[in-house]
């Protein structure tokens, strides 16, 4: 049974950080790309960053470009998010999700091409 788990939420005030993780089990986790997503109230879920299973190609939303970080641990089956220079509309039920199919070589963006999800994790990002 895969299990993903995310922490690291909370109160932040605009320009601070934080920094997401999300603990894998029920699956061999470097063989699968990961992503994180975020919903905001009355939004959408909507793709946010993803990395390879190698760690070695990433993908993000234009919004968050050059403020947060994605990366992964294969020896701790942990994926990170460092999100940095938060900004109000960040503000939303942080998710993290494993691809459907393992070993793909580039980062997919759409929720449906991910088959596993974790519960989520609230930001809250005040002004």
């Known amino acids: 049974q895969v299990q993903l788990v995310e922490s690291g939420g909370g109160l932040v005030q605009a320009g601070g950080s934080l920094r997401l993780s999300c603990a894998a089990s029920g699956l061999t986790f470097s063989s699968y790309a990961m992503g994180w997503f975020r919903q905001a109230p009355g939004k959408e879920r909507e793709f946010v960053a993803g990395?390879?299973?190698?760690?070695?190609?990433?993908y993000y939303q234009d919004s968050v470009k050059g403020r947060f970080t994605i990366s992964r641990d294969n020896a701790k089956y942990t994926v990170y998010l460092q999100m940095n220079s938060l900004k109000p509309e960040d503000t939303a039920v942080y998710y993290c999700a494993a691809d459907r199919v393992p070993l793909r070589t580039s980062v997919v963006v759409t929720t449906s091409r991910y088959g596993y999800w974790g519960q989520g994790t609230q930001v809250t990002v005040s002004s």
């Open positions: 990395i390879t299973w190698s760690g070695g190609s990433t």
